[in-house]
């Protein structure tokens, strides 16, 4: 988990830093943007993964789940 919070950090700086770069701002307001990303993009990609996480246990689940009563069956 502390991967993917630390790599969404990153996307989020990265993407925001170079976006206000691109656009021409202050160095000052480039940074302010940059840190809001970060925090943006840590939260994002924390909130996926835990989604991620959920639907490949689910998946674990219900083949197990199917598994077992195909066992019962036989």
Same mark, same amino acid.
């Given at each position: 988990?502390?991967?993917?919070?630390?790599?969404?950090?990153?996307?989020?700086?990265?993407? !925001?830093?170079?976006?206000?770069?691109?656009?021409?701002?202050?160095?000052?307001?480039?940074?302010?943007? !940059?840190?809001?990303?970060?925090?943006?993009?840590?939260?994002?990609?924390?909130?996926?993964?835990?989604?991620?996480?959920?639907?490949?246990?689910?998946?674990?689940?219900?083949?197990? !789940?199917a598994?077992? !009563?195909?066992?019962?069956?036989?």
């Open positions: 988990m502390k991967f993917i919070f630390l790599a969404g950090g990153l996307a989020g700086f990265l993407l !925001a830093a170079a976006t206000g770069l691109w656009a021409g701002r202050a160095p000052d307001r480039v940074l302010l943007d !940059a840190s809001l990303g970060c925090l943006a993009g840590a939260l994002l990609f924390r909130w996926f993964w835990t989604v991620l996480v959920r639907g490949i246990r689910e998946t674990i689940l219900q083949r197990h !789940a598994a077992t !009563a195909s066992a019962k069956q036989k």
